[in-house]
């Protein structure tokens, strides 16, 4: 055992004492009532990590919640790599439906259970506690680090672009790693390689100045709630695939490499179509289930609304209807320019007698793609094989994380997912909780990685 991992050992109860006095604090960045509370939990963050010896901690202010930073930078002709996480939480209704107060933790059965004790509190201390490892042992790191962590992820991160675009300087590195992700489970590691980009739009289609009479001007003028369905079913054809003209023109097509790491994660679709109630599923055809949600685009309908919704009958032609929906993107697809394309597909398909005009909703995010033989993650990878004794599965998300591409985009390095979640730790939901066995494990692959990262020319 090296000096390191004695330390972890050593200082095990010190550290989940240290996790509960950090769930504590109700970080919830969506609700203004607890602004106070977010500060007090990047406060927090900034001591431990100078507690860790971690250098230049500062609480630098993004124009919204504040980003933490700090530094240790003393390994010269060694990689400088920057950890990324986030201390903000998501909300806790209904809170009745938790089986104690959601932050008043509660250590139980191998777990810790309180809001962020997964996502991202649990995960994102971890490495700060594996360089206190190194630190208070070998007198110093095996690499340069740089972290940070912010306070508003479970709001979209609606400040980081600009923060890290005005802190490019400080924050060059080589690799990024997130301690805020997943493994597949207890006994299977995963590595992350992709993530979908999102285009938010609102269709809105117009007829008459006024909600009409449906007996007195019924067959005389155009429904806008019968042209908006035809917009919307214009959109696809009967197999699933999208009809916007342009819509796959940018994807990057899947490799036979790609598709056999694919088929290779296991995917039961009898009990996927049990849990989720259906007897059939529906898309792409061509593809795989797990293909459409990982690596090809979408287009979704996610709501649409208009004219009479009361009990009973109102006998009206609605002045307006509208429509949200969302698109789902892969690499190398942009949200500008697919917003372009669905407007020209609205403008060739609009019926006469209405008017209909998209307008772009800020939820947007640049799809994100990490090669799989990048050294980060193979790197990566080698830490999997020792802890765990078994390859990992090589997976992608059909969400968005938009800091992903931000890190890529403005410093013009990847980002190696790192975190060891597991999704039935109720993340976002009542009772989450986080594996008392997976905070030590990932304290230990932090560990690994680090000494991996200090050989490696990345």
């Known amino acids: 055992m090296d000096p390191w991992e004695g330390y972890l050992a050593n200082h095990r109860a010190r550290f989940l004492d240290e996790l509960v006095e950090f769930l504590r604090i109700p970080s919830i960045s969506s609700l203004p009532q607890h602004d106070a509370d977010v500060d007090h939990a990047a406060r927090w963050v900034a001591d431990r990590m100078k507690r860790a010896g971690i250098e230049g901690v500062e609480v630098l202010p993004t124009g919204a919640h504040p980003v933490v930073y700090g530094e240790w930078l003393q390994a010269p002709g060694k990689p400088t790599v920057l950890i990324y996480g986030h201390y903000d939480v998501q909300p806790v209704d209904p809170l009745e439906q938790w089986n104690h107060p959601p932050f008043e933790p509660v250590v139980e059965n191998g777990q810790i259970s309180a809001r962020g004790a997964s996502d991202d509190k649990g995960n994102m201390l971890v490495p700060i506690l594996t360089a206190e490892a190194f630190l208070q042992t070998e007198g110093a790191l095996p690499l340069n680090l740089k972290f940070l962590f912010e306070g508003q992820e479970e709001i979209g991160s609606p400040q980081l672009a600009d923060f890290i675009a005005a802190q490019k300087g400080r924050l060059a590195c080589d690799l990024v790693v997130s301690a805020d992700g997943f493994q597949w489970s207890e006994d299977q590691p995963s590595l992350l390689v992709g993530l979908r980009g999102l285009c938010a739009l609102q269709i809105d289609v117009r007829g008459a100045t006024h909600d009409l009479h449906s007996g007195a001007f019924g067959g005389t003028v155009q429904n806008p709630l019968r042209a908006l369905v035809y917009l ?57 289930p797990l293909e459409r949600v990982w690596a090809r685009p979408t287009l979704e309908l996610n709501g649409i609304w208009g004219g009479f919704q009361g009990a009973g009958t109102k006998t009206v032609i609605p002045r307006e209807a509208h429509a949200k929906i969302t698109c789902r993107l892969v690499a190398d697809q942009e949200p500008e320019r697919i917003r372009e394309l669905i407007t020209a ?62 890190f890529l985009d403005t410093l013009g390095v990847y980002t190696v997912s790192f975190g060891f979640q597991l999704e039935d730790e109720k993340a976002h939901s009542p009772n989450e909780f986080f594996r008392l066995s997976s905070f030590e494990r990932a304290q230990q692959a932090y560990g690994l990685l680090f000494e991996r990262l200090s050989r490696t020319a990345l």
Not at 245 to 252: E, I, P, S, T
Not at 361 to 377: C, F, K, R, V
Not at 389 to 406: A, D, L
Request: a negative charge; proline letters at 8%; hydrophobic letters at 35%.
């Open 232 to 288: 919307l079913d214009s959109m696809h054809n009967p197999d699933g695939k999208v009809a916007v003209a342009g819509f796959y023109d940018a994807v990057r097509p899947l490799t036979d490499e790609d598709r056999q790491a694919i088929a290779a994660v296991p995917f039961d679709e009898a009990s996927y179509r049990k849990e989720l109630g259906l007897t059939q599923l529906y898309g792409e055809q061509g593809y795989s």
């Open 345 to 406: 597909h609205i403008e060739r398909h609009t019926p006469p007698g209405v008017t209909a005009s998209v307008t772009l909703e800020a939820s947007q995010a640049m799809p994100y793609l990490i090669p799989a033989d990048h050294p980060g993650n193979q790197l990566a990878r080698g830490v999997h094989l020792e802890l765990y004794g078994k390859e990992p599965y090589w997976v992608r998300n059909g969400g968005s994380i938009p800091f992903c591409t931000i």
